[in-house]
Every structure is written in C-alpha cells, then in structure tokens.
C-alpha cells in the first residue's frame, strides 16, 4: 500500500491482505512486508550482505522451543515483544519478509516530544527493553544493534480497523531487525573471544569492547542500552556530532570521547541508578550471564521511589492528547 520505512538491508512498506468468506463478510489484516533487493550475478561481492532470509531464521529461531544452555531446566517463556514472520521467502529480484505490523519506533517518538523522555517514560521503557534484550539472549542470541530506531511500539488498530498516522500505541514494546544478530551460546558453548572483529552496529551506541573489535556477548547489548536510556533523558550524547577524515576516524572520536568522558559526568544530574546501571554493564566479562533482574529492578525501585503509576502514560500519548484538547479549544 504504502512505504513506511527503511530498514538497515531493505524497505519496509505496509502491506493489506484482504479475505473475503463464504458469508460475503471480508476481513481485512494488515502487515509490514521488507523488501531487499538481491544482487545480480556480477555483484558476487554483495552476497553477503543478503540479511533478509537471515533475520527471517533468527525471528523463527526466537520463536522456537530453544532456549541456551544455562536456562536449559527453565520453562519456555511465551514470545512477547518480538515481532512474528509470517512468510519469507525470494520472489522476483527481491527477498521478501511479511511480518507483524508494529506502531512507530522509539527514534520518531523521541522526534515528536522535542527529542527528551520524561523519566516516567524512560523507567517505564527500561523495563521492557531488558526483558526484550534478556528474551533474545535466552534464546542464545546477541542482537549487537541496540538502538532507538529497533525499539517499535505495538500498534493499537483505530475502531475502523484502518491504520492510523496517530501514534496511539499499545504499552507493548517490540524489538525488531534482528539482521546483524549473532548466535553467542550453541550445544558446544559460548562462541570464543576475538580481538579482530570490526565494529558492528551503530557506533552511537556500541559499547567499548565492540569498538575495541572485540567479539560481542550479552554485557554488549546491556551496555548499548545504558547509551540508549541516557539518550532518551539527555536529549543527545556527547559524543554525537563528531566527525573524521574517514569512517574509522569517525569511530575513532566517538571511543576516544566515549572511553574517557567519566561515567559520573556522563549521568550528572540523573538519578544513581543510571550510572550503577553502566558501570556494572561495563564491569561484566565476556562469558558472564548478567543478573537481568537486579538491573529491571534497579529502575523499579527508583519508579516506586518516585511514585509514578504504572499505567503506560508514556510522553506521546499524553503529548496527542494535550494536541486534541487545544485543537477542540481552537475549534470553539
């Protein structure tokens, strides 16, 4: 129907598939379908950058029974906050994904309320981003791509069954484009430290190892979210506006600012929490399991601490509905 965004390997239009039954009653069910075009013969070079069937495997692999060898005795937990493929496959000069269609993403939202988070919205928010991220690494992956622009709301249909341009969302988060995620746990155990690796992601929210080229584990996600979170709360990151001569310049500037701006001066005027946060994220090792749940309730204790009320408020919604009343006040 309608192109509604770009993904990191292709395009990602809104799709409708329309059914009428033997009762003449048509439903009508809407989907996000990604599109990425496949290389011709004499781009052999391009083969690998093919991502789509990949991401398509790794969302069915989440959706599996599997789960990693140290929570091998623990019940499968249901699939909530990641987005179902319903289809892939190639077709044409273009390999195709059919997934669930989701609400805008944590970048635009961000956009619309003046690029700053309340802190109600951004503890509400960390909550469901560690159970995403502790989600993908149960079912043995790293994501190694945290950003705000991977975290989608779930959409909330209009009465119509139409899809809205509102940003009216569910209060479920979703992470999404899982096409340079990597297995880090197998039936022969955690994938082996590298110093070699090239920096894999966004270089805004890669941790220190990673630009350090090391090989990725699940402290680099959690840490990638620490840059997220204090994103969303500061408006921007220090080392946002940097540039070089070329790409690895760039990268350059951003570890050089990253790793020697202190953790205090990066939280100053935040909560503890924030920097406690960090600091155990940048204290794990490479095979360690983090605790997920000292971290969840690390913000949990600071939300009940504030006496905020949980009841998925977030700045957007609140900022529609201040829109509307001034629209209605014009409109008199």
Known sequence: ?????????????????????????????????????????????????????????????????????????MPQTPVVGIPRVYWYGSEGAYNIMVMDLLGPSLESLFKKCNRKFSLKTVLMLADQMIQRVEFTHRRNFVHRDIKPDNFLMGRKPSSSGQVS?????????????????????SDKGHIPLRKDKHLTGTARYASLNNHKGYEQSRRDDLESLGYVLLYFLRGTLPWQGLTGKTKEDHYNN??????????????????????????????????????????????????????YSLDYEWDWIVQERKQRTEQQSQQR
């Open 165 to 185: 341009s509102s940003t009216s969302t569910t209060a479920n988060g979703n992470l999404s484009n899982f096409g340079l995620s990597k297995m880090y746990i």
């Open 1 to 73: 129907m309608s192109k509604i965004g770009n993904g990191a390997f292709g395009e990602v239009f809104l799709a409708v598939n329309s059914q009428t039954s033997d009762q003449q009653q048509t439903t009508t069910e809407y989907y996000a379908v990604k599109l990425e075009l496949m290389p011709t013969r004499n781009q052999q070079n391009m083969a690998g950058k093919q991502q789509l069937i990949y991401e398509a495997k790794v969302i069915n692999y989440l959706f599996g029974t599997h789960s990693s060898n140290n929570s091998s005795n």
């Open 254 to 307: 951003i570890y050089n600012k990253k790793k020697n701006i202190k953790v205090v001066s990066l939280c100053k005027g935040l909560p503890i929490e924030f920097a406690t946060y960090l600091n155990y994220t940048r204290g794990l090792k490479f095979f360690q399991e983090p605790d997920y749940l000292y971290l969840r309730n690390l913000f949990l204790n600071l939300f009940v601490r504030e006496r």
